[in-house]
C-alpha cells in the first residue's frame, strides 16, 4: 500500500503489466511506470522516484472486525462477482499450481514457499510461514533491533514488534493456553495489537514492525541479499 | 513510381505497426520472466505506439489509394495490408490488462458489521489512518490488484 502524493501532485494508477510475476502500474499523471513490490518508479519520467509506503497488515477478518469494529470493508463489484471473478475461498491451493516465471535461482527455499519478510534497517530476513507457525513466538534480531514475530490465534495473522521496551530488549514467550505473549523482564501479559494487558507494563505499547506475507522468490527478487531463519538457532544474529 | 517499391512499402509499414503493439504485449506477459532491458524497450513502445501507429495506419491508406488504379485482384490484398495498422491503431490505445483485470472504478464500502460477503477466516489487507480503518478483502485485491481510496484524508493505493 503506498500514498499516491508525490511533490504535492496525486497520482491515479492503472495496472500497466507484469514484471517478474510482480505487477507493474501506470500513472496518468506521468506515464511513469511504478513497481508494485517496491513502489518505485522504474522508468519514465518519475524513475528512481519512490512513493512512501503505508505499513501493510494483513490480517483475519475476525481479528480485523474486534480491532476496528468501526471501520468500513471494500464492497464486492457486482459485476465482477456476477462474472466469478473473485477468487475462490481456498485460491491459495489454486496459486500453489501456477507456474512460476522468475529468474530467481536461490533453492535455499522451495520456490513457492510462503514465507513472512521483515526488513529493518536495511537488512532483511524471511522466515519460512510453517516455521512462524510452529515456534510462536519468533524471538530474533534484525538490523540491531530485537524482534518477536506473533501468529494470532486464527493460525494466520501474523505481526512482528520491536522488542524494546524502555531502551532494553525484553524475552517475549507465548501464555498457556497460547492467547497471548508475557515477557521475562516483568511477567507482564501483551496481545496480538502489541499492547500490554497486564502487569506491571500494562498499557504500554511494543513498536511495530512491518512484515509481508509472500511467495520466496518473490521475496527473493525483491530482497536479493535477504538471511533466512533457520528454525531451531535462537537468537541467530543477523 | 515504381508500383513493386510501393507494395513492399505497404509490406514494412503493416509489418512495423504491428511489431509496436505485438513486441511490448509479449515481452511483458505473465508467466514469463522480464529483464530490465526488455522492460525498457516496452515502456519505450507503448509510449510512442498510439502516434507511431496513425502514422503508419495513414501511410497505409495513402499507399493503397496509389496502388488502388491497375490493380485488380490485387485489391484483395491491399485491403488485407491495411487491416494491421488499423488494429494496431486500435490496440495502442488500449489497456488489456485491463481487460483480464477490470479496474474498480466506483470502489463501494459496508460497515465492519454488515459485511457478511468476507469469512471470518479470510485475510483482509487493514489500514488506520488518523481514526479511520478500512479493510479490503485479499480475495477482492486478487483480482482487481489496485484499489485507490483515501483513508483518513490520505489518498493511498492498495496493491495485491
Known sequence: MWETTIDGRTLHFHLAGINNQNFIMRDEETGSWWQQVTGEAILGPLKGRRLTRVPQDEISFALWKREQPMGRVLRPDPRAAAAGRYAPVDWEAGIAKLPIATRVRDRRLDLRELVVGVTVNGRAKAYRMTDVQQQNPIIDTVGGVPLVIVVAEDGKSVRAFSRRVDGKAVDLFATAPATGLVDSATGSGWDFSGRAIHGPLAGRQLDRIEVLRDYWFDWRSYHPDTAIYSAGLVRQRS | ??????????????????????????????????????????????????????????????????????????????????????????????????????????????????????????????????????????RQLAYHHLVQDTVGRVPIVVTY
Open chain 2, 1 to 138: 513510381m515504381n508500383r513493386r517499391l510501393l507494395w513492399f512499402l505497404l509490406v514494412i509499414v503493416a509489418a512495423l505497426a504491428l511489431a509496436v503493439v505485438i513486441v511490448p504485449a509479449w515481452v511483458i506477459q505473465p508467466f514469463r520472466p522480464q529483464s530490465p532491458g526488455g522492460l525498457e524497450i516496452s515502456f519505450v513502445l507503448k509510449r510512442i505506439a498510439p502516434f507511431v501507429t496513425i502514422a503508419a495506419l495513414l501511410a497505409g491508406v495513402a499507399l493503397v489509394v496509389t496502388l488502388w488504379r491497375g490493380a485488380r485482384w490485387g485489391r484483395v490484398f491491399l485491403v488485407i495490408l491495411l487491416l494491421p495498422p488499423a488494429f494496431s491503431a486500435w490496440f495502442a490505445r488500449q489497456n488489456h490488462f485491463e481487460w483480464m483485470f477490470n479496474p474498480l472504478a466506483n470502489a463501494g464500502y459496508t460497515r465492519a458489521d454488515a459485511a457478511t460477503f468476507v469469512g471470518d477466516g479470510d485475510l483482509v489487507m487493514a489500514v488506520a489512518r488518523n481514526g479511520e480503518a478500512v479493510a479490503y478483502p485479499v
